[in-house]
């Protein structure tokens, strides 16, 4: 089902702010990083910090078959959670594999709904599934056990995966104009909501500061993560169906918009535009490391300054590179519909390995809730990547050198939390 658009008018987009934690330059010791949402973390920056995933080459650790459209993949507690699309009638299940072996942590849970569409969280010690009706479930993520389920009020369509951040569960939903729930992820009870234009397609991206969501037409908005109040609108002149995810980089939210060819930079305290920049089409999220963005726009990857928009390099590849690119220890990590995934050198461009999965990657859809939303992910020791039926891990080679950033890149790196 294609969400309905209603163009009034034509605008320009949005930007946001990116909060990085860091270790001290020259800091030892292992360092375990997680992906906990979509993009890899809270601001969907696709940033990921691990030093037990090697510097490429990797091998491949394990090939799951889950049957179905496999979703982008939630890394934590050494494990693997992922939801697939069902092979018959609607609905989507969840799968918990260890991460080391690629064998279920525990039976796999039907997570039901009316269409293929589910999403996954992760934080406070706890997995969180949200299905396309608004059925938002706490599991154990160690043993699978429901902690509390809960039926989202007031909307029944949802497709905006969640995102845990103190304590919290964000998401949206819509139907009947758009809502921005904030619910408690002890109880399952709904904290706060607050009316959107129109609630699809929009994972929140979350700080301390603010919860930022973006829909079609680039309506944009900032709440208070905890009360609610608004805290500002990026306002424009067409609303419609649809959305994307927001990231929060650099101070910036960044955002974009299916009919928009000059995605925009917000700034994340204010809403005011602090820059825009060229898209060839409907674009997935971009990924950050400081100060370096990337972006995949029409089957090519491409570097850019997070304040000046200006490019340093570009990566062809097969020419059809279709993910959200993400980055590990300072190497970009992204696929293309061929199959193939690429690591490179994040401050030079330069391919440093390659693969072939075994199966299309798809792209990311954030326009129909015809299957569960795709990305890449990594933590514990693996990047993992969702492969049509596929879900695929890669590490460190046995007796291999590990967690070296790339030449040229700097010491310290935004930490996953």
């Known amino acids: 089902m294609v969400n309905a658009r209603k163009v009034v008018g034509v605008l320009l987009g949005a930007a946001l702010p990116v909060v ?173 909501t607050q009316s959107v234009m129109n609630g699809d397609e929009s994972s929140p991206a979350v700080t301390a500061e603010g919860v930022y969501v973006s829909y079609a037409c680039e309506q944009t908005y900032a709440f208070s993560p905890a009360s609610g109040s608004p805290l500002w609108h990026h306002d424009t002149d067409c609303e419609g169906g649809g959305g994307r995810t927001p990231v929060l980089a650099d101070g910036g939210v960044w955002v974009r918009d299916a009919a928009v060819k000059t995605p925009t930079v917000l700034d994340a305290g204010t809403g005011a535009v602090r820059g825009t920049y060229t898209a060839g089409g409907p674009a997935p999220v971009p990924a950050f490391d400081g100060r370096r963005g990337y972006f995949v726009d029409s089957g090519v990857l491409q570097e850019r300054d997070s304040r000046t928009l200006a490019s340093s390099w570009t990566f062809n590849g097969d020419s059809q590179l279709d993910t959200a690119p993400i980055v590990v220890n300072g190497y970009v990590y992204v696929g293309s519909r061929t199959g193939h995934l690429w690591a490179l050198n994040g401050a030079t461009g330069k391919s440093v390995w390659s693969t072939s999965v075994g199966a299309p990657i798809n792209a990311p859809d954030e326009q129909n809730p015809s299957q569960p939303l795709t990305g890449l992910g990594a933590g514990d020791g693996v990047v993992v990547v969702p492969a049509t039926n596929l879900l695929v891990a890669y590490g460190q080679p046995v007796n291999g050198a590990g967690g070296r950033p790339p030449a040229g890149t700097p010491s310290v790196h935004p930490v996953s939390r």
């Not at 996954?120 to 479930?137: E, Q, S």
């Open 20 to 192: 990085a934690l860091v270790a001290p330059a020259g800091a030892q010791g292992t360092q375990v990083g997680e992906s906990t949402a979509y993009q890899a973390n809270a601001r969907h920056d696709g940033s990921v910090a691990d030093s037990l995933i090697g510097a490429p080459p990797l091998t491949k650790k394990w090939s799951r078959d889950l049957g179905g459209s496999v979703s982008y993949p939630i890394v934590a507690g050494g494990r693997v959670f992922a939801t697939a699309k069902s092979p018959s009638g609607y609905g989507t299940t969840l799968y918990a594999v260890n991460a080391r072996t690629g064998k279920n942590a525990w039976a796999p849970v039907n997570l039901a709904g009316t269409d293929w569409w589910s999403a996954l969280a992760y934080g406070g010690g706890r997995l969180y599934a949200l299905n396309g009706d608004g059925v938002l479930t706490a599991f154990d993520p160690a043993t699978g056990a429901k902690i509390w389920t809960a039926a989202l009020p007031g909307q029944y369509s949802f497709t905006s995966a969640p995102t845990y951040a103190d304590g919290v569960v964000y998401t949206g939903g819509a139907g009947s104009g758009g809502t921005l729930y904030a619910v408690d992820a002890a109880s399952g009870t709904v904290r706060w």
